[in-house]
């Protein structure tokens, strides 16, 4: 049972207050969750405080309303998951979790399935595992490394957000890791060597910002670094533009931090298109704004690698399903905090897999050193995660937590695939 529920005010890699949650049962406590941005978190709206962000009404709905109510639910932490999940999105009542607030909500959802894991004496991965139903032998993601920034987390003048790096040619974490590394580090140099060093500050997600600003400029930085590194071949390339921060009156600006540079939809296909053939791609993420469904649907009939709906999705099984009728795209991001329970996030990876699609998760750019996905990825077996560049303490200890469960698995005598170039099929290994 639930004895005490707890919640503070900190800090993510922003510097915005998010939420922190502490539970103790009456067997153990749990670790600290914590909940990290998203469209329906509760703000403070109180200027004089951190501009308005402060989340003290969110840590006060925990603490004076979910807490109290949990304590006397009698629920089970490690076998009432989805009951508790239920029971909170019926104690807020609200379609976005408003009322609570989401940030509030998911903290106690996270901290509900780390002291479920911990009170059956298992790893988080294997009590997500059994919440979804999911099979062995486990399966180790591909980490997709942001090491190119742009868009709104960067100050350059490149419109596309995310330029990525996948090493599918090794065989586990680790090597994908020292790769992942080694790149990063090579590609700092190709920086220095085009542009001087006073271009290698980095982005909001640990990616540089080099003075670029078309797509194939970062792309071609991306190959000298895979060549100098000696990784030709085993290294692919992923994309997103973010591409509804761009959109507007039916049109993308490509150079809305500089100059207009405005496409149509059917212009900005024959980008990707030009790209995905000269570039090794094999995944695209929000390649079109969430509202251009006509654009996401003729563009997935031509597609031939990963389309990946993020703002199109938003982790919600009602936009999974209109998006499957309309045949917009063939693999959903996964956010948690978008939705804002663990039984609804796993609900909705569930469903992608239904429909063959792949599943990927992510990080906020606003990130803590909380390494749930780590145990989500693995616990889900979604073949491919992304917390972005290896720099920062907040997306490295993803990385880290992933090497973790991975000797940990092998440790145990227990077999563990990677999922290299099987990243988007996972699930089916």
Known sequence: MISSLHAAQRLDSRGNPTVQVELTT????????????????????????????GVKRAVSNIENVIGPELVMSDFRVDTDQKKIDHFLKALDGTKNKAKLGANAILGVSMACARAGAAHSGVALYEFIRREAG?????????????????????????????????????????????????VYQHLKKVIVENFGSAAIGIGDEGGFVPPISEPHEALDLLVQAVSSAGYSGKIKFA???????????????????????????????????????????????????????????????????????????????EYVKMARSKNACNAMLLKINQIGTISEAI???????????????????????????A??????????????????????????????????????????????????NAIKC
């Open 239 to 317: 994309i997103d533009p973010a591409s509804s921060e761009f959109f507007r009156e039916g049109k993308y600006g490509l150079g809305f931090k500089k100059s207009p540079n405005i496409k149509t939809p059917k212009e900005l296909m024959v980008l990707y298109e030009s790209l995905l053939e000269k570039y090794p791609i094999i995944l695209l993420e929000d390649p079109f704004a969430e509202n251009d469904w006509d654009s996401w649907t003729e563009f997935n009939k031509v597609c031939l690698v990963e389309l990946v709906g993020d703002d199109l999705l938003v982790t919600n099984t």
């Open 26 to 53: 009456e067997k153990v406590p749990s670790g600290a969750s914590t909940g990290t941005h998203e469209a329906v978190e509760l703000r403070d709206g109180d200027d004089s405080a951190y501009g308005g962000r």
């Open 347 to 373: 609900e909705a990876a569930n469903l992608a897999y239904s429909y063959n699609w792949g599943v990927f998760v992510s990080h906020r750019s606003g990130e803590t050193t909380d390494d749930f996905i």
């Open 134 to 182: 999911g099979k062995k032998p486990f399966v180790i993601p591909v980490p997709f490394f942001n090491v190119i920034n742009g868009g709104v987390h960067s100050g350059n003048s490149m419109a596309f957000q995310e330029t990525m790096i996948a090493p599918i040619g090794v065989a586990s974490m680790a090597e994908a890791v020292q790769m992942g590394s080694e």
């Open 375 to 424: 145990d989500l990825v693995v616990g889900l077996r979604t073949g491919h995660i992304k917390s972005d560049a290896p720099c920062r303490g907040e997306r490295i200890v993803k990385y880290n937590r992933l090497m973790d469960i991975e000797a940990e698995i092998l440790g145990d005598g227990e077999k563990c695939l990677f999922a290299g170039s099987q990243f988007k």
